[in-house]
């Protein structure tokens, strides 16, 4: 009887350790969403690439951001990195527009050619998987947190994996971000709070 239970649970802590160790194994390359223009835009298209997440809004004291992150993509598109925006209505309704009002703005007023998606929710109920995703430690086997309002940045390494998040007042022009960029700085190594 006594080693009935231990084998008993043995296998109980096989099945925890194999369940933990398999959703941390999940990436952002499990994801297809729609991008603006209603297409679907596979994370797997960018495996290999370092990957910044950031949600959007046309009317946000943030708003000016655009013209960083369009200037950052335009630095480093062809070192292997990309930027991907989701915008979100979810901070004092801060987006109202429909995506291609949203297009038409980003183009307008900030030349934005980086991947822009369709609109989501980025918090609450209606929450959008690729945000659960970034948001729980469960899923991206970092950490957990909260989108504390619009322009809040989530940085993905080659591999897909959530390595860093950056307050929604990090401006793209921050140097940690560039440097990341270039190998300069080793963010695979950080460890959360």
């Given amino acids: 009887m006594k080693n009935l239970n231990y084998l008993i649970l043995v296998m109980i802590s096989v099945f925890v350790l ?3 160790v398999a959703q941390n194994d999940q990436t952002i390359y499990q994801f297809k969403v729609k991008d603006i223009n209603g297409k ?3 994370f797997a298209s960018l495996k290999g690439k370092k990957i910044m997440i950031v949600n959007t ?6 708003t000016p951001q655009y013209e960083g992150l ?3 993509y335009k630095k480093y598109k062809d070192k292997g990195f990309v930027i991907v925006g989701f915008p979100a209505n979810d901070f004092k309704s801060q987006e109202p527009g429909t995506n291609a009002e ?3 703005f980003c183009k307008e007023n900030y030349g934005v050619t980086f991947p ?5 929710h980025v918090k609450g109920e209606q929450m959008h998987p690729v945000y659960q995703f970034l948001t729980q430690r469960s899923k991206n086997g970092y950490m957990d947190s909260e989108v504390g309002w619009n322009f809040q940045k989530y940085l993905i390494d080659t591999n897909g994996k959530l390595v860093r998040i950056y307050a929604p007042k990090v401006t793209p022009e921050d140097p940690n971000i560039s440097e990341w960029i270039e190998g300069k700085r080793d963010l695979s190594r950080f460890t959360p709070n």
């Fill in 18 to 20: 194999k369940t933990a």
């Fill in 57 to 62: 809004a046309s009317k946000c004291g943030f």
């Fill in 116 to 120: 822009m998606m369709a609109k989501i």
């Fill in 102 to 104: 949203i297009a038409q």
């Fill in 40 to 42: 679907t835009f596979d």
């Fill in 70 to 72: 369009e200037k950052l």
